[in-house]
C-alpha cells in the first residue's frame, strides 16, 4: 500500500477497527477515511454505494459488525445475521461497483463446526454442525468469506478475509448484556473488588478452552497482509494456544486484584469445548502475535479503567 492511497475503515469506532485505524496513521498513512454510524448506516445501501462511489479509496477494511457473547447471540439471532450479512453485501458489493479492487473482510472463528479437530485449519470450514448458540453470526461470516471468494473468481477483485480467533483490548465493549467473556469478566472482577465481594460467579463450567488474541496483534496482521498485497483464500488469525476459562479467570482476577472465592454457575451454557486456531498458515505468511496474555490482559484493564470505570455507577 502506497502511503498516500485513501484506505477505508468501515467500523472505525470499534475495538479492531480502531486498532487497524491507530496501526496505520502510526505507520504513516495519511488518507485514511471513516464515517460514523450516524454520518453512513451500512445496512443502507444505497447511501453506501453512493459514498464508496464519490470517495472511491483504493483500500477496503470492513471491521464494522454486529458483535456479542453468548447471550446476545442467542437472543438477537435475527439481528445477528441481517445486520452482518447487509454490512457485508453492501459493502462488498458496492466495491466491486465503484471499482474497488482491494478489500479486506473480518470474519470470526466461530464460522468453524462446533466439534473441530484441533487446532483448527482453514479447511475444516463446513465440514459440520456449527455451534447453535451463535450459528445465526456464524453464517453471516461465512457467507462474507463466500461473497470475497466468488467476487474474486467472477470479476477478478483480490477481496480477502480473515479469521480472528476471540479479540481482546482497547476499544473492548463491557456492557454485561452484550460483551465477550474477558471483558465481562474484567468488569465483573473489577466490580467485585469495590464491593469487597466474597466471591465471584461466573458463567458455565470453566472447562472450555479458549484462544485469545491482543486487538494490536490483529490489527498488525490485517494490515500486514494488505501490504504484502495478499490475495488468497482466507487465513486464520490467532496466537496459537489456548487455556481454560477458569485459567483466564485466575489471569483477570490476578491483574484486577480481586482476592475472592471463584464459583462457576453450571446452569449456564458453556457453548464450544473448544476453538483453538491453526495459524500455520499466518505464520508462513510472516504474522505471528506478539503480545502475551498477562500483559495484554493489563493493557485492557488500564483501558478499562480510564475510558469506562469512570462512567459505571
Not at 483480490?158 to 467473556?181: A, I, Q
Not at 469478566?185 to 464491593?195: D, M, Q, T, V
Request: with cysteine.
Amino acid at each position: 500500500m502506497n502511503k498516500t492511497a485513501k484506505i477505508y475503515v468501515a467500523g472505525h469506532r470499534g475495538m479492531v477497527g480502531s486498532g487497524i485505524t491507530r496501526l496505520l496513521k502510526s505507520r504513516g498513512y495519511e488518507n485514511v477515511i471513516t464515517r460514523t454510524h450516524a454520518e453512513l448506516d451500512l445496512l443502507n445501501q444505497a447511501a453506501v454505494h453512493a459514498f464508496l462511489n464519490t470517495e472511491k479509496p483504493d483500500y477496503i477494511f470492513i471491521a464494522a459488525a454486529k458483535v456479542g457473547g453468548i447471550q446476545a447471540n442467542n437472543i438477537y439471532r435475527a439481528d445477528f445475521i441481517y445486520q452482518n450479512l447487509m454490512i457485508e453485501c453492501n459493502l462488498t458489493h458496492g466495491a466491486y461497483q465503484a471499482g474497488i479492487n482491494n478489500l479486506m473482510s473480518l470474519g470470526s472463528s466461530c464460522i468453524y463446526p462446533r466439534d473441530c479437530p484441533q487446532p483448527i485449519k482453514e479447511e475444516y470450514l463446513l465440514t459440520g454442525p456449527l455451534e447453535q448458540t451463535n450459528e445465526p453470526y456464524a453464517l453471516a461470516k461465512i457467507a462474507g468469506i463466500k461473497l470475497c471468494e466468488n467476487y474474486n473468481r467472477q470479476y477478478g477483485t483480490k477481496y480477502v478475509s480473515v479469521m480472528p480467533t476471540n479479540l481482546y483490548g482497547p476499544g473492548d465493549n463491557y456492557d454485561l448484556n452484550n460483551s465477550h467473556v474477558l471483558p465481562a469478566l474484567i468488569r465483573k472482577a473489577h466490580e467485585a473488588k469495590l464491593r469487597k465481594d466474597p466471591h465471584l460467579m461466573v458463567w458455565g463450567s470453566g472447562k472450555p478452552r479458549r484462544e485469545f488474541l491482543h486487538v494490536d496483534d490483529m490489527a498488525r496482521a490485517c494490515v500486514q497482509l494488505m501490504e504484502q498485497g495478499y490475495d488468497g483464500s482466507f487465513v486464520n488469525i490467532g496466537c496459537g494456544n489456548d487455556i481454560t476459562i477458569r485459567e483466564l479467570v485466575e489471569e483477570v482476577v490476578a491483574v484486577v486484584g480481586f482476592e475472592g472465592e471463584l464459583q462457576f454457575d453450571t446452569s449456564k451454557p458453556d457453548g464450544t469445548p473448544q476453538k483453538l486456531l491453526d495459524v500455520s498458515k499466518a505464520n508462513a505468511l510472516g504474522w505471528k502475535a506478539e503480545i502475551a496474555l498477562r500483559p495484554g490482559i493489563q493493557d485492557a484493564y488500564n483501558w478499562f479503567l480510564e475510558h469506562v470505570a469512570p462512567t459505571l455507577k
